[in-house]
């Protein structure tokens, strides 16, 4: 949720008409406030989401369901201008390195661990006045283009067939 809150569509129009109503209100009388317009499964889905973002709750009372601005809600739109502080906790999981997956032989951080211990091996060969001889990419196989690999593999495939068959 930001700190600033936004001043327009259905969630506004939801958010002002729950706050004037601090006992809650259920869905037929949110739209029977005349200020929404849309229909009850629209105002239902709106409902719901801003229940999954934190800024309305619902308690279910005789059959009805009655919905309310959060605590944290009601003191955002009570002050608005002001700026919302993080939690301590939403700190430190922002702070907190998250892993990097497991501690195998294959993860970064040994990969990371490993060119650094053979950087510094080189360096020190290089001090000791060891020189490197850094050798070309000499391909071992000529490069195929696409079309000679397919006639090559249907070639095979007919002598394979040719084969099976028993012809010479």
Same mark, same amino acid.
């Given at each position: 949720?930001?700190?600033?809150?936004?001043?327009f569509?259905?969630?506004?129009?939801?958010?002002?008409?729950?706050?004037?109503?601090?006992?809650?209100?259920s869905?037929?009388?949110?739209?029977?406030?005349?200020?929404?317009t849309?229909?009850?499964?629209?105002?239902?889905?709106?409902?719901?989401?801003?229940?999954?973002?934190?800024?309305?709750?619902?308690?279910?009372?005789?059959?009805?369901?009655?919905?309310?601005?959060?605590?944290?809600?009601?003191?955002?739109?009570?002050?608005?201008?002001?700026?919302?502080?993080?939690?301590?906790? &939403?700190?430190?999981?922002?702070?907190?390195?998250?892993?990097?997956?497991?501690?195998?032989?294959?993860?970064?951080?040994?990969?990371?661990?490993d060119?650094?211990?053979?950087?510094?091996?080189?360096?020190?060969?290089?001090?000791?006045?060891?020189?490197?001889?850094?050798?070309?990419?000499?391909?071992?196989?000529?490069?195929?283009?696409?079309?000679?690999?397919?006639?090559?593999?249907?070639?095979?495939?007919?002598?394979?067939?040719? &084969?099976?068959?028993?012809?010479?």
């Amino acid at each position: 949720m930001s700190a600033k809150i936004q001043k327009f569509g259905r969630a506004a129009t939801i958010r002002e008409l729950l706050l004037d109503r601090p006992a809650g209100a259920s869905d037929e009388e949110l739209l029977a406030s005349g200020t929404l317009t849309c229909t009850l499964k629209q105002l239902n889905s709106s409902l719901a989401a801003m229940r999954d973002t934190g800024q309305v709750q619902v308690s279910i009372t005789k059959g009805k369901r009655i919905w309310l601005l959060t605590t944290t809600m009601h003191r955002l739109m009570r002050t608005p201008d002001a700026r919302v502080e993080p939690t301590r906790a &939403a700190v430190a999981r922002v702070m907190r390195s998250a892993p990097t997956g497991s501690h195998n032989s294959t993860t970064v951080q040994h990969k990371d661990r490993d060119r650094a211990v053979i950087a510094d091996q080189l360096a020190a060969f290089r001090r000791a006045g060891g020189k490197v001889e850094v050798l070309g990419n000499t391909p071992t196989r000529r490069e195929m283009s696409r079309r000679e690999i397919n006639e090559a593999s249907g070639s095979q495939r007919l002598a394979q067939a040719t &084969a099976q068959r028993g012809h010479p």
